[in-house]
């Protein structure tokens, strides 16, 4: 792997913050914030006196998420683009860029279960408890699923980053 020299990130295509590459800075956000998101998901999914606690927070944070992955990606690929063609870069872009459809699902489940539990699942069980019972049963696999996704796809965005960054070091 070759040094990132002063050259490279004082180049003008670099998406930079006080002189830094943006990636290695905004990464973290989304390190935190998405498995923080999914835990409260799953919390909220299983959990209903957490659901009720965490209200409108999950799509909340589901929606910083959706927000920070795109800003994040695009940050990655300035870094990736002023690196050059490094192979173990390239992986570790290839599934960063798998992450905003994720990120989209974590959204809508999110968002979608706070609605339903809000607005939706009283009403619904009074009327028909059988379909509450049906879209109860929906959510909860809509989270497992996304939830399962995203945070299996997130340990291997940062698997692939780390043996980019750290991958040529002696051992």
């Given at each position: 792997?070759?040094?990132?020299?002063?050259?490279v990130?004082?180049?003008?295509?670099?998406i930079?913050v006080a002189?830094?590459?943006?990636?290695?800075?905004i990464v973290?956000?989304?390190?935190?914030?998405?498995p923080?998101?999914v835990?409260?998901?799953?919390?909220?999914?299983?959990?209903p006196?957490?659901?009720?606690?965490?209200g409108?927070?999950?799509?909340?944070?589901?929606?910083?998420?959706l927000?920070?992955?795109?800003?994040?990606v695009?940050?990655?690929?300035?870094l990736?683009?002023a690196?050059?063609?490094?192979?173990a870069?390239?992986?570790?872009?290839?599934f960063?860029?798998?992450l905003?459809?994720w990120?989209v699902?974590?959204?809508?489940?999110?968002?979608?279960q706070?609605a339903?539990?809000?607005?939706g699942?009283?009403?619904?069980?009074?009327d028909?408890?059988g379909?509450?019972?049906?879209?109860r049963i929906?959510?909860?696999?809509?989270?497992?699923v996304?939830?399962?996704?995203?945070?299996?796809l997130l340990v291997?965005?940062?698997?692939s980053?780390a043996?980019?960054?750290w991958?040529?070091?002696?051992?």
């Open positions: 792997m070759e040094p990132i020299t002063p050259a990130l004082a180049s003008d295509d670099l930079q002189g830094l590459p943006l990636h290695p800075l973290h956000a989304v390190v935190v914030l998405t923080l998101t835990l409260a998901l799953l919390l909220g999914t299983f959990w006196q957490a659901r009720r606690r965490l409108i927070v999950t799509a909340l944070g589901a929606a910083l998420v927000v920070l992955v795109p800003v994040t695009a940050a990655g690929r300035s990736a683009a690196l050059g063609p490094l192979p870069v390239a992986r570790h872009q290839g960063g860029e798998m905003l459809p990120a699902a974590l959204f809508v489940v999110a968002a979608g706070w339903w539990f809000r607005y699942d009283e009403r619904v069980r009074r028909s408890p379909a509450a019972r049906t879209v929906g959510l909860a696999v809509a989270a497992v996304v939830g399962a996704g995203t945070m299996v291997l965005i940062g698997d980053g043996r980019a960054v991958g040529g070091l002696p051992s």
